[in-house]
């Protein structure tokens, strides 16, 4: 089952993950366990030390730590959260490229981006729908959406020359904002508010079980995920590939890279209010394009100076396609009185 995400401040944080009850990290105060009753001997794997500033997105431990799987595996769970504080919470998912090479010292495999499957999309209903992030708030909370980002990868990869089994990879960050992508490609973007029960959502349904990681068949769900009801190479989308909720402002659904990561100034430029019980969602929904299509293997004679950076790359690699989306939503958050 999914760690739940609640804002509630009596609760652990919702980046956290599930707590070992064999090796507990609060205790029935709610007050942090010392390392030293947690782990006499120190903290395993030359994990860092202490109390996260903010909540960080980490996924249950997937087994393969070495001893076995314990609580040293996570990080700590973070501060609590108290009234007025702006959170960030952002997507996370698979990376096939830190397999076996982990990317940090929990032997973690995730990175912020989910990946794009390189099939290209046939028709509209077939898109790629990401859930980025998903948050809830119960009855006694409010939140205020104070600002949003986002981030797309496109890349190309081959096998490589030495060994057919490894794959190389290039790929950039899209910088430019109103660059449409592809032109049998693009990416849209939406950020809801969802005010049905949860005891009254449908039961997930999916055409494969399991599903493989990085997917889920609950689009009701919270954790980040690309929603199917089977996986690529036989792709079917949940909802023909739609977002769920009512759009947030005027938010709904927008097409442009309005806030990158990279720019603090309109990460937190809003000022939307929206009142518990009710889960926010940032969704991207990815229409992929098709690197095969007549006329990709052969770009135009042309000097590519004056040309934004993604024309640039996809002159030096005209097969490329889109590689990853991410996001995240920063929430200003508050507990309302009785």
């Given at each position: ?20 009850r064999s ?22 794997h ?29 990080p ?73 980002r ?8 081959q ?25 049998d ?9 969802d ?10 349904t ?21 929603i ?31 806030s ?10 809003l ?11 940032f ?45 995240s ?10």
């Open positions: 089952m999914s760690p739940s995400r609640s804002l509630d401040p009596k609760l652990r944080l919702a980046h956290s993950p599930p707590q070992d090796s507990p990290r609060l205790d029935a105060q709610g007050r942090l366990v010392p390392d030293r009753a947690r782990f006499p001997q120190g903290a395993p030359g994990a860092p030390h202490g109390t996260p500033l903010s909540p960080i997105n980490r996924a249950p431990c997937q087994g393969n730590c070495p001893g076995g799987c314990r609580a040293g595996c996570q700590r769970p973070g501060l609590r959260i108290e009234d007025g504080t702006v959170v960030e919470y952002s997507s996370y998912g698979p990376d096939p490229l830190l397999a076996g090479v982990f990317g940090d010292p929990w032997n973690g495999t995730n990175s912020s981006y989910l990946q794009v499957p390189s099939g290209s999309t046939a028709t509209a209903d077939t898109r790629y729908l990401y859930r980025l992030v998903s948050v809830r708030l119960n009855a006694r909370q409010e939140a205020f959406l104070v600002g949003y986002q981030s797309i990868l496109i890349g190309y990869e096998p490589r020359p030495s060994n057919a089994d490894e794959m190389s990879v290039v790929q950039i960050e899209q910088t430019t904002g109103f660059w449409r992508g592809f032109p490609g693009n990416v849209s973007w939406s950020l809801t508010v005010r049905s029960l949860v005891t009254s959502r449908p039961p997930a999916a055409l494969v079980s399991p599903l493989p990681a990085g997917y889920s068949s609950d689009i009701y769900g919270l954790e980040p995920a690309l199917a009801s089977a996986p690529y190479p036989g792709y079917v989308p949940l909802n023909r590939g739609l977002p769920i909720g009512s759009p947030i402002g005027s938010l709904g659904n927008f097409w442009e890279l309005r990158p990561f990279n720019s603090q100034a309109t990460a937190v430029s000022d939307y209010r929206i009142v518990g019980p009710a889960t926010i969602t969704w991207a929904s990815v229409r992929q394009t098709n690197p095969a299509r007549p006329g990709r293997a052969a770009p135009p004679a042309v000097d590519g100076t004056f040309l934004p950076p993604e024309e640039q790359f996809l002159l030096a690699y005209p097969l490329a396609r889109y590689r990853g989306v991410a996001g939503i920063l929430l200003r958050l508050r507990t309302l009185p009785c």
